[in-house]
């Protein structure tokens, strides 16, 4: 069963075969070329279609059941049937003497309409009746179903972390609270109870109980494993810098695959807007930004894989060889790291607790709508926490800025300081920091603590978004591959001269690191500029400098 977007489902279960036949036949003779007609011979077949149908959101329009049949009667089975369509428009087959239960059952499943058998001839009889339901139906149509669904809980962590990978890597979804109604019917489809969360539901089908990143990426479309074993570049990192060396590498005719761990885009993919990248006069965000650069590569014919973990890197010979977290590895002849930063986690009693239940690291877009009405509160002065309080006072009620230092000016753009002095719904607190997270099953209250006064204070909040500078991805490397002491990359003129171990003539060259073929681009990288438009200068200036290396091979 194929899922569809445009031809709704007619469904028909008579336990009397040639009933059966006959209505099915009926119906495709006039409605099969719009509607799928799928006929069922009893009331448990139909149930296990109709719940199929559910699970891969094809739309139900309108259900014609059998008044007697042995396993359940046509009323008991509209009645199951509304479970799952509610909106599916619902008509029962009877026969003369029937009649009267056929009234009654008006009442008891809001029955639509009733039909005697036979009838003959359906132009007069079946083909009006159908035309009318289809209509009402049409009226008000279900929500589509040929997205990813995921049901979940608001404050459940692995129920965000599902919403948030599916949301950075750019696949549709539609998020479903537990507790709402189509959930349940969702739910009951798929035989789940829903005590372990999130359920995410694809269009084929596939019912998936708290998946792993690397299960729901599988199942989403998403590479996942590469197609060759050896390589002319690896990109590890899918960031600005990493896209951009993909973008550059692949289009000058490296075979090139970038390996990235949770998502494509990186911080900047995380960003609500960037008003300061070259070309987009308006403002582009990052999600945007990052879906271009995608589709880039992969048009340029790079392999992108998604979940792969990389944990090791050593030099064999001319090549070098990258280890995943599985235990299998690919190679290539040179490696261009961009795998970034990560946001620093705020130290405060409580705030591990609460990760991903009101506390979050990163703008987490995908709370904006939850956010209506809200107080809520963003940690940082630099520019990204000033673009997620320009993008969250569209939505929430109050937006407080708490910044550790006297103001906004050593840290942000003028450009976004201007903005935020002219939204009246963004409010400052400078020399202010959180000293604790309070909440039971979510974040409930927090204690701030002005460094100027030495005063503290509570507040109530369930949304706290933090934003306080970021480490380096590198703890992963080998320990002859050199680091300053903060754990960036050190490369050409940073690195002494030739470094221990080096078995070349030449020295580095300018984003080579310690290890020959090995380059470093982007936010990663000792001493870079930490912009979107230097981390892809950086991508596509490592690409020619690895072409430089490839030369000497």
């Known amino acids: 069963m194929t899922a569809s977007t445009t031809r709704a489902v007619i469904l028909t279960v008579d336990d009397d075969p040639g009933v059966s036949r006959s209505i ?51 009323i008991e089975f509209l009645e199951a049937a509304m479970d799952l369509f509610p909106l599916a428009r619902r008509v029962l087959l009877t026969a003369y003497a029937d009649t009267d239960a056929a009234i009654q059952a008006i009442n008891v499943v809001d029955l639509d309409h009733y039909l005697l058998k036979p009838w003959n001839p359906p132009e007069e009889k079946l083909y009006p009746v159908v035309d009318a339901m289809l209509d009402l139906w049409r009226s008000t149509p ?46 009951d489809a798929a035989g789940v109870d829903g005590t372990k ?15 792993s990143d690397s299960e729901l990426a599988e199942k989403v479309g998403l590479s996942t494993a590469p197609a060759e074993d050896f390589y002319d570049l690896v990109v590890v990192g899918g960031g600005p810098a990493g ?19 949770l998502a494509t885009g990186g911080q900047a993919g995380q960003s609500s807007r960037i008003e300061n990248y070259l070309g987009f006069p308006d403002g582009v965000s990052g999600a945007q930004l990052t879906d271009r650069a995608r589709r880039q590569a992969i048009h340029f014919g790079a392999e992108l894989l998604t979940t792969r973990q990389v944990v090791g890197l050593e030099t064999t010979g001319s090549a070098r060889r990258l280890r995943f977290a599985d235990g299998s590895e690919i190679s290539a002849h040179s490696v261009i790291l961009a795998t970034g930063v990560s946001y620093r986690t705020l130290e405060a009693p409580g705030v591990g ?32 926490a000033g673009q997620a309080a320009v993008y969250f006072s569209r939505h929430a009620k109050r937006v407080h800025m708490l910044v550790r230092g006297p103001s906004l000016t050593a840290t942000m753009s003028s450009y976004l300081i201007d903005q935020i002095d002219g939204i009246d719904n963004i ?34 909040t369930e949304w706290m978004f933090v934003f306080i500078g970021a480490a380096p991805r590198t703890d992963w490397l080998p320990g002859d591959l050199l680091r300053d002491d903060r754990g960036f990359v050190l490369t050409g003129p940073d690195l002494p001269g030739k470094p221990p171990g080096w078995v070349l003539e030449r020295e580095p060259y300018h984003l080579e690191t310690s290890m020959p073929g090995v380059f470093a681009a982007g936010d990663v990288r000792a001493e870079s500029v930490k912009r979107v438009a230097s981390a892809v200068g950086d991508g596509a200036m490592a690409v020619t400098l690895v072409h430089r290396y490839l030369e000497m091979l």
């Not at 011979?41 to 139900?60: C, I, M, S, T, W």
């Not at 969360?197 to 998946?211: C, E, G, H, R």
């Not at 896209?243 to 761990?261: I, K, N, P, W």
């Open 24 to 74: 099915a036949r009926d119906l495709r003779r006039r409605y099969g070329e719009d509607n799928r007609i799928v006929r069922a011979e009893n009331p448990v077949q139909a149930l296990d279609a109709l719940k199929e149908l559910k699970l891969r959101g094809e739309p139900v329009a309108l259900l014609l059941a059998d008044y007697r049949m042995p396993q359940m009667s046509g």
């Open 142 to 187: 279900e929500p589509s179903g040929d997205e990813t669904r995921v049901i979940g809980h608001r404050w459940s962590a692995p129920s965000f972390a599902a919403r948030d990978f599916l949301a950075r890597n750019a696949v549709p979804y539609r998020w479903l609270n537990v507790d709402e109604e189509e959930a349940k019917r969702l739910l």
């Open 197 to 211: 969360l999130p359920v995410v539901i694809t269009p084929d089908a596939t019912v998936m109980v708290a998946p």
């Open 243 to 261: 896209l951009g060396a993909a973008v550059y590498g692949a289009s000058e005719g490296l075979r090139t695959v970038l390996v990235e761990q």
């Open 353 to 384: 607790d609460l990760s991903g239940r009101g506390v979050y690291y990163g703008s987490a877009t995908t709370e904006g709508q939850a956010c209506a009405g809200a107080e809520i509160y963003i940690i940082g002065g630099a520019n990204s």
């Open 427 to 460: 409010e400052v607190h400078t020399c202010t920091q959180v000293v604790s997270c309070k909440g039971s099953e979510h974040l409930e209250c927090l204690t701030l603590l002005n460094s100027e006064t030495g005063e503290s204070r509570d507040v109530d």
